[in-house]
């Protein structure tokens, strides 16, 4: 089984930086495609960014294109969402899933293993 953590959430004034952090317990994340997703009071859950367990290819939902990087560091079984240029829009709680061989999916529910989720808080 394998249990995933977001961590490095909190507040943070627009226009400020944030980097999240998911773990994956259990097993080694090498082989796991890795998706972070958000969802924003009285929204629904969407897609932010995805990294195909190869670590070759990358996906950016076109609302943080250019101000989040999504990274892996297998050796930490770590995945990380650093996130640049932060706006009072991005206000959410942010999920990170992961997906055994997943190639980057768009789609919440393809992934097998999801974490409880961290607060942003952007201010203006």
């Known amino acids: 089984q394998v249990q995933v953590v977001e961590s490095g959430g909190g507040l943070v004034q627009a226009g400020g930086s944030l980097r999240l952090s998911c773990v994956a317990s259990g097993r080694t994340v090498l082989n796991y495609g890795m998706a972070w997703f958000r969802q924003a009071p009285g929204k629904g859950r969407e897609f932010v960014a995805s990294?195909?367990?190869?670590?070759?290819?990358?996906d950016y939902a076109d609302s943080v294109k250019g101000r989040f990087t999504i990274a892996r560091d297998n050796a930490k079984n770590t995945v990380y969402l650093q996130m640049n240029s932060l706006k009072p829009e991005d206000t959410a709680v942010y999920y990170c899933?992961?997906?055994?061989?997943?190639?980057?999916?768009?789609?919440?529910?393809?992934?097998?293993?999801r974490g409880q989720g961290t607060q942003v808080t952007v201010s203006s």
């Open positions: 990294i195909h367990w190869s670590g070759g290819n990358t």
């Open positions: 899933a992961a997906q055994p061989y997943g190639l980057g999916s768009r789609d919440y529910y393809a992934y097998n293993y």
